[in-house]
């Protein structure tokens, strides 16, 4: 028999209430309410798809149950999040479900796993993009850092699509930014057409995934890359409890300076002299810059391509 006292639950991406007697919990009045609440396991505490962030009254949230705490634990959950199954609440609460749609349920559910696929390699030339996002310093600034980790994943595994798509790797990802190599493998294949239309892809893509920000965050964001053409040294990088294929070398850093002259020259997609000589007759007539770049010598061309 249900309580007659009742809790208000605000959910912040749908702007509604829905009621929650004392003795419900979280899971069971959203779904109660129609509300489309992610829960695989069936609301046991056997994964952490239901989870939910406590934006507002986590002083009127139960402790944690035993299977509950077992998730916390292995999944670093800091106080704020919580799994709407075992959660029951004595005053109300304003939450953000953190399970949006199936790719959310994906990302969730691969904390559970471990990656193990590493591409070997050695010294190659190859084509190298760096991708970071405009303004990030301050949109991380506005939000706690679970949901920046959040958002950070969903982008990596939308951008990691269509870099996979145009035959490309994920090398390494640093806060915002996102280290990619184009042409291990494939040859025959222009790997610097390849990461442009990579680039445009995400730039497209990136258009979705701000409807998603807007509606979710209240906020949106671009991307600005820097490519560069050259040798590098790829291998594996293995501790064990990472993994990941590592590219070593001064044309990295290169890439890297040449990605941080988009600011100053407000442009979205710049590339190394290297580079455009690869698909110069299909982008004939592009903005040129000369300039110097930290940490190196001397004056550099670099190449706009308009997105």
Not at 221 to 246: C, E, Q, S, W
Not at 253 to 261: C, D, G, L, P, V
Not at 280 to 304: D, I, R, V, W
Request: glycine fraction near 6%.
């Amino acid at each position: 028999m249900k309580s007659s006292k009742s809790h208000k639950i605000s959910l912040f991406k749908e702007q509604e209430e829905v009621n929650c007697y004392e003795n419900s919990t979280i899971l069971e009045a959203t779904l109660a309410a129609h509300i489309n609440h992610a829960h695989a396991c069936g609301g046991q505490a056997k994964c952490s798809t239901c989870r939910v962030s406590i934006v507002k009254g986590i002083e009127n949230c139960s402790s944690r149950s035993n299977a509950e705490q077992q998730i916390a634990e292995k999944l670093n959950f800091p106080i704020e999040i919580r799994l709407a199954c075992q959660t029951h609440i004595t005053g109300d609460v304003s939450i953000r479900r953190m399970v949006a749609d199936k790719l959310d349920m994906d990302i969730i559910n691969e904390q559970f796993s471990e990656d193990s696929k590493i591409a070997l390699g050695s010294q190659q030339k190859l084509t190298i993009v760096f991708i970071d996002i405009i303004n990030y310093t301050a949109l991380a600034e506005k939000f706690p850092p679970y949901d920046i980790v959040h958002v950070l994943n969903r982008y990596y595994r939308i951008m990691n699509t269509i870099i996979q798509d145009n035959k490309g790797i994920i090398s390494d990802v640093a806060g915002d930014g996102i280290l990619a190599v184009f042409g291990i493998d494939n040859e025959g294949r222009n790997s610097v057409l390849d990461a442009i239309h990579a680039i445009e892809g995400m730039h497209k893509n990136l258009e979705l995934f701000n409807v998603y920000l807007k509606e979710n965050f209240n906020i949106q964001f671009g991307i600005r890359a820097g490519i560069h053409y050259g040798n590098v040294i790829v291998g594996p990088f293995d501790t064990g409890a990472m993994k990941k294929l590592a590219v070593i070398g001064d044309n990295v850093n290169y890439a890297s300076r040449i990605e941080a002259a988009n600011k100053k020259f407000d442009t979205k997609l710049l590339l190394s002299e290297e580079a455009y000589q690869k698909i110069n007759k299909k982008y004939p007539n592009h903005n040129s810059f000369s300039t110097t770049l930290k940490g190196k010598t001397g004056q550099y061309k670099l190449y706009e391509i308009k997105i």
